[in-house]
């Protein structure tokens, strides 16, 4: 990932991705022919694991498409093996504080602003055969922080104000079971929570993302200020395919 693929991800213009679930290179490099902007790689939920991750960042290699490696949890070596790997972005889920993302922004960065560990003969470096920048002239990593609860909207002004935090990014899932089970009187719905992430990220700067189920939200979703999509995820689409083909296919033979 070059520094002007990263300039063009800074950009508020909306930035579509999509979420590979299922750890097959051949489909994150079809995914990444197909034109997306950026391709999420889950190893929190999905069946990517380390042994996997490398095949699929190999797969895309070339292509504009920017990789994005969501860690199941903020552990430091998890972290910098994504990166070392030659991810360009790290996604980190349930982010509820500034200082959880001070620490994620630790794990992403060399020192001095950061504790990630140097070796020039990572797969980013072209295992040695490209020499590390210097420490000014490296790119930084870019940081989504997953919004996913109540205390994380609660605290999402102070999340945006953390520099180096690039993208707010709403886990719907997530938000809306916690919004269910920890609903009071005075608890925001799921929609005023959307707004709040949407306005941290405008008055920082910051971009404002969410994974995307129904194409139908996306209008409202832009009208807001959400410019990172991710639509829909490999799973759900071949699971609904399938789905849809079986229904139609039994109602014709029936």
Request: include cysteine; hydrophobic fraction near 45%; charged fraction near 20%.
């Amino acid at each position: 990932m070059t520094s002007d693929h990263l300039d063009h991800f800074r950009r508020r213009v909306p930035f579509i991705g999509t979420w590979l679930s299922i750890g097959s290179p051949i489909i994150a490099e079809l995914a990444a022919a197909a034109g997306f902007d950026w391709l999420l790689f889950d190893l929190e939920h999905g069946a990517h694991s380390d042994a996997v991750l490398m095949g699929n960042l190999q797969a895309i290699k070339g292509t504009p498409a920017m990789a994005v490696v969501r860690v199941g949890a903020p552990h430091p070596d998890l972290i910098l093996r994504a990166l070392d790997w030659g991810s360009a972005a790290i996604m980190v889920p349930h982010v509820e504080t500034a200082a959880e993302a001070v620490h994620c922004l630790q794990a992403m960065h060399y020192p001095p602003r950061g504790r990630r560990g140097i070796s020039r003969s990572a797969r980013v470096y072209e295992y040695g055969l490209r020499p590390m920048p210097a420490p000014q002239d490296l790119p930084p990593p870019v940081l989504f922080a997953q919004i996913e609860t109540l205390q994380g909207v609660k605290h999402v002004d102070e999340i945006a104000a953390v520099a180096g935090v690039d993208v707010l990014f709403v886990g719907p899932a997530d938000l809306s079971f916690d919004i269910s089970v920890r609903s009071r009187g005075d608890t925001p719905g799921y929609e005023e929570c959307l707004a709040q992430v949407a306005a941290a990220a405008r008055a920082h700067g910051k971009q404002a993302g969410i994974l995307v189920r129904a194409m139908n939200d996306i209008p409202a979703l832009l009208a807001q200020g959400y410019t990172h999509f991710a639509v829909e995820s490999d799973l759900g689409i071949i699971r609904n395919r399938y789905t849809e083909l079986l229904g139609r296919t039994r109602a014709m033979c029936s």
